[in-house]
């Protein structure tokens, strides 16, 4: 079995036909924590696949996707404390 990581992925796309774009790509990754933020679980081929899936989406000069790599994890609801209105879809949050 392929050893998954979670990833924050947060991106800034300045053009509306793309940002529909870039937002229908992460959402088969991952699930939504704000507008433009995911939480996605990634084998290492799967993380490749996606970071060759952003490129052809965004313009290297107008956008900006990061991915930022917060280990393996068992649990991702385990990331979070959430303050105000709770998050869809991940499991076992606690709120404050």
Known sequence: MAVRRQYLVIYDI??????????????????????????????RTMKAELENEIRQVIHFYEDQCCLIDLGELDDPADLFVVLG?????IPKITFL
Request: net charge positive; proline share 6%.
């Open 14 to 43: 300045a053009d509306p036909k793309r940002l529909r774009r870039m937002d229908r790509l992460i959402s088969g990754y991952g699930y939504r924590i704000q507008y433009s933020v995911f939480l996605c679980s990634l084998s």
């Open 85 to 89: 209105k709770p998050l869809m879809k």
